[in-house]
């Protein structure tokens, strides 16, 4: 008899396995707010939200333990759910059953209750699904500064990922844009207001077309304990909430080796990559970065993070920041021969914390240090040397009382200079954009926000910012740069000259109140409206401007 229940114990254990799926879930689904939301009301103790994305075998246990306490769970919590178990059902259940694929039928196309795949193939050593995604943007703005614009975009798009011998998984997207309707002016204003398209020469030269793509291969090992990865993916690091100090969403995806780690409460990242770079608007042969997280979930409502980076220029690979296991501050000032001054790279560390005191709250506080000094830390010119960005957030689930209502409040302040670097080169952006926060240096914001999911299909949210910055270089009648205020990312010419202080400069203040309204009307099938009023105080020159920008977007994914 007990052979027997070894016997059938091994093939559950042998079939679980064969549906584990490798590769990662987008950074964009909605999954992650939800596994948030389901942290902060206690039902998921266990889950990160320091690093994403995650693998879709994560995702799956995640459903599954929401599913074990689902009596507890709102209404629109158990549809969304509900809908989260068609979407990720491969995953859970290894069978194709809750799929369509339209290549075999097309009865399914607009079914509401089946994830529809252009293709997908499953057995016991592989699985294959083949992906269709489309988009219509309509993109208009009017406004003092902003001016009038007008501009149709529509993109399209394949998507295929699967996974091998329960090991490898793999990835890719790809997809290409086309300018419908608009000039060159509407042009850059579509960049300017869109990160993917900021990082498009092609259609800032061509003024037509745009083409984007990420890729990997990833294997991981049996009990999930080490995973390898290459290839281009967005990641993001930091327990921000309305944005994150570390790794953010401000800039398009870059190429990266990537190593995890994990054991228990203890998990461990490494990345590796390359950047695109400039300085001062002149291209840079070769743009790395290094960094690392190690995040230690100490209790069920207490987890912690330390974060490390190194941004390496003009050494197309660098054997001292490749090694996984090293302090990066450490590595970067005991470096081996480099081309150039022995500063020229720009080393960043930061500490954060995500604290859970009762049912529905999350308070989280993050530490960013650029370029530390401990032979200045307290001296008199300690600001021009050690350079300083922190943020404190707080986040009430079931807000006022009201079911599936998130209300988000976070403070951020960015020291002059913080992402920058005197050499010009080494500055903490890809593409020019932040990898941190959106905030320009020399600045500090205050957020508020509110989600609120109607329906599990309706999701509106409401955000205002006010920040407060200050910029500006002083220079001679040579040209020669007397005094940098520290509020450019990309430009510290000047800085060591300098005597940062905070707001010191031309000061710039901001109101700008962001409103996002998602309807997927069908499974699959989406409308999203966004919409942003920005009014902008520049103080220095007494003149103020209003702007207001919005997308309307049409999209299908399958």
Known sequence: MKVRLLFVLLILILASDSQSQVELVPV?????????????????????????PISREATAH??????????????????????????????????????ASLFKTTKHIFSDDKQKDLYGYADSNATLFLDALGSFSQRESRGDSIGRHSISLGELGIRVRGTLYNSVGYYLRASNGQKLSGDSADVTFARNTDPKLFAQYKFQFEQNNFDTFDGYLRYRTPGNWLALMTGRNPVYMGFGFTDRLFLSNNTAAFDYLRLDLAYKAVAYTFMYGSLRGDSLGREIDAKNIATHRLDVMFSNSFRMGFFESVISANTPFSFTFLNPISFLTSAELNKSSQPGANNDNNSLMGLDMLVNPVKSLAFQGSLLVDDLDFSTLFKDNSSITNKFAWQLGAMWENAFTLPNLRFTAEYTKLDPFVYSHVSNETEYTHWDLPLGHHLQPNSDEIAFGLEYDITNRINLSLLYQHQRSANGIVTDSLGRVIVNYGGDINNASGYSKSDPEFLKGNRIDRDIITANFSWQFLRQFYIDIYYVHRMINNIYQNQKFNDDYGFLTLSIDY
């Open 28 to 52: 964009d689904s909605p999954v992650y707010d939800y596994f948030l939301r389901m942290k902060n009301l206690g039902m998921l103790p266990e889950y990160n939200p320091g690093i994403i």
């Open 62 to 99: 995640n459903l599954k333990t929401i599913e074990s306490v689902n009596k507890k769970l709102s209404s629109v919590d158990r549809k969304l759910l509900s809908d989260f178990m068609v979407e990720f059902s491969y995953d859970l259940t290894g069978t194709l059953e809750k799929r």
